[in-house]
């Protein structure tokens, strides 16, 4: 298995908090994405980094924001959570945007 | 409109049967994949492809670049096959995600 790993892998929130969710990984891939997994819409892309301190918004960046200062970590921030960011989120990663991708087990953030 | 379309969206199968799950894509794609998903499980890939056909265990993903067509097979399924299986185009440096196929396979 690939070493990614998220955290935390669950969590409750409150409307108007900020929530911090880190993805690390051991295998020094470039690319890193978050991802939020919703029924329906299947996974839509949050923010990805190809590199340290290099990140590039996703067709669902509103609300979130990413940090990337180590090329291990990739953290990524709900500023003031709303309940609209309920969801499954997941991070991945690639050595290159085109090929294989592993994927993190997955946050279940709920915000009440 | 999706970029990656997938069908059907939701199949339930007896243990033993060969199931087939479709995608098909309107991106220009480096490579295709599929992806595994178990209830409340992480997601695991499956297959990388850019053409032909490759195949692991009773599993058989093919691709047709020509149609913007990719299935993925499994044979002689069972129960532990029970997941969400996600077709997913890459393109750049971007993944483009098939909301996916539930199966349930019955013993």
């Known amino acids: 298995d690939a070493g990614i790993t998220q955290s935390p892998r669950h969590k409750v929130t409150e409307t108007g908090t900020p929530v911090t969710l880190r993805c690390h990984q051991t295998e020094n891939h470039r690319y890193m994405y978050w991802y939020r997994q919703d029924p329906g819409h299947g996974l839509r892309l949050i923010h990805y980094?190809?590199?340290?301190?290099?990140?590039d918004k996703g067709e669902v960046s509103d609300g979130y924001s990413v940090s990337r200062s180590k090329t291990e970590d990739f953290l990524l921030t709900l500023e003031s959570a709303t309940s609209s960011q309920t969801s499954v989120y997941f991070c991945?990663?690639?050595?290159?945007?085109?090929?294989?991708?592993?994927f993190g087990q997955g946050t279940r953030l709920t915000v009440v | 409109k999706n970029e990656v379309e997938q069908s059907p969206q939701n199949l339930t199968a007896q243990e033993g049967e060969f199931i087939t799950i479709n995608c098909s894509y309107s991106v220009g794609i480096s490579a295709l994949h599929w992806l595994q998903q178990h209830p409340g499980g992480g997601i695991v890939s499956l297959f990388m492809l850019s053409s032909g056909k490759k195949k692991h265990g009773r599993l058989i993903a093919t691709i047709n670049i020509q149609e913007k067509h990719s299935s993925l097979h499994i044979t002689a399924s069972h129960p532990r096959d029970s997941a969400v299986y996600i077709c997913?185009?890459?393109?750049?440096?971007?993944?483009?995600f098939g909301t996916g196929t539930s199966l349930t396979v019955i013993p």
């Open positions: 997913a185009a890459t393109t750049g440096n971007q993944f483009y």
């Open positions: 991945a990663i690639s050595v290159k945007g085109a090929t294989e991708a592993f």
């Open positions: 980094s190809y590199g340290v301190k290099d990140t």
